[in-house]
């Protein structure tokens, strides 16, 4: 999906990306990127909010499992996490990205319930690991 379309989707289905002004800068079928800015998502500390990161990184997850779907074959795709753990190793106060990757080569089968596991990092300062559910809707209700 070309990525300004992505975005525009992500905002209207997920208003509160939009709030965060969270936006992918990059998308294929083995790697994402998600641009998280610092501005408006600071604490009382002066670093980013834990939330908003945490935010990123599984919007970064979810879209990697998305464009894989879709390039599986997948006419009306889904994603939902299931299980995440994350680690916050320091402070940040800049803009930061997230990177998504497949920690585990997926097999993706239309019409089946799948599970895909992702890597999803900001440097060295936030490590993700995050599982979805991937599926199809059908398409009489897509």
Same mark, same amino acid.
């Given at each position: 999906?070309?990525? /300004?379309?992505?975005?525009?989707?992500?905002?209207?289905?997920?208003?509160?990306?939009?709030?965060?002004?969270?936006?992918?800068?990059?998308?294929?079928?083995?790697?994402?990127?998600?641009?998280?800015? /610092?501005?408006?998502?600071?604490?009382?500390?002066?670093?980013?909010?834990?939330?908003?990161? =945490?935010?990123?990184?599984?919007?970064?997850?979810?879209?990697?499992?998305?464009?894989?779907?879709?390039?599986?074959?997948?006419?009306?795709?889904?994603?939902?996490?299931?299980?995440?753990?994350?680690?916050?190793?320091?402070?940040?106060?800049?803009?930061?990205?997230?990177?998504?990757?497949?920690?585990?080569?997926?097999?993706?089968?239309?019409?089946?319930?799948?599970?895909?596991?992702?890597?999803?990092?900001?440097?060295?300062?936030?490590?993700?690991?995050?599982? =979805?559910?991937?599926?199809?809707?059908?398409?009489?209700?897509?």
């Amino acid at each position: 999906m070309d990525i /300004a379309e992505l975005n525009r989707r992500i905002c209207a289905d997920i208003p509160s990306v939009g709030a965060m002004r969270l936006a992918v800068i990059s998308a294929g079928a083995a790697r994402v990127a998600v641009r998280i800015p /610092a501005e408006g998502n600071g604490n009382d500390k002066g670093t980013l909010f834990a939330g908003v990161l =945490y935010s990123g990184l599984v919007l970064a997850g979810w879209c990697l499992a998305m464009e894989r779907a879709r390039g599986s074959g997948f006419v009306h795709p889904w994603a939902a996490i299931v299980d995440a753990s994350v680690k916050y190793v320091r402070p940040l106060r800049a803009d930061v990205e997230a990177v998504a990757v497949f920690a585990e080569e997926p097999h993706l089968v239309p019409g089946a319930r799948n599970w895909v596991c992702t890597s999803v990092s900001i440097g060295s300062e936030v490590a993700f690991v995050g599982r =979805y559910a991937v599926g199809e809707t059908p398409a009489d209700r897509g």
